[in-house]
């Protein structure tokens, strides 16, 4: 079943502290998170803003930490991710690896989304 809303799970925690520890690890090589290399640059990307304006499902970016309790039960240990949210429930329809692969690009993010939400109706 197609998702009425679609969630974006970065690998980091959000707020002051989780922000400031994920850009120190990620200079030191210790933090990564595909998601974010999709999403952002130094500030959310623009083509990223374009997509989610474009899409007829909410797109909902949350942290480790903002996540709803039935969701992060279902992520963890498997982020980023992005997941799909239908009538039938939750499911994961791109893994790290899937955002991985995206190299950071918006354009080939979009590309996997599409592939995965055609093969979730």
């Not at 595909?34 to 083509?47: F, N, Q």
């Not at 690896?97 to 190299?103: G, N, Y």
Request: hydrophobic content about 35%.
């Amino acid at each position: 079943m197609r998702p009425v809303t679609l969630w974006g799970v970065y690998h980091a925690n959000g707020g002051l502290v989780g922000e400031l520890t994920y850009v120190i690890g990620k200079l030191r090589g210790t933090a990564h998170c595909g998601l974010c290399d999709i999403t952002h640059s130094v500030r959310m990307k623009p083509e990223w803003k374009t997509l989610e304006a474009s899409l007829d499902i909410p797109f909902k970016l949350v942290h480790l930490n903002e996540q709803p309790p039935r969701l992060a039960a279902l992520t963890r240990g498997s982020t980023p991710c992005v997941v799909g949210d239908s009538e039938e429930g939750l499911s994961v329809l791109l893994g790290p690896e899937d955002l991985e692969a995206c190299s950071g690009s918006v354009d080939r993010f979009s590309e996997r989304l599409e592939e995965a939400l055609e093969a979730a109706r």
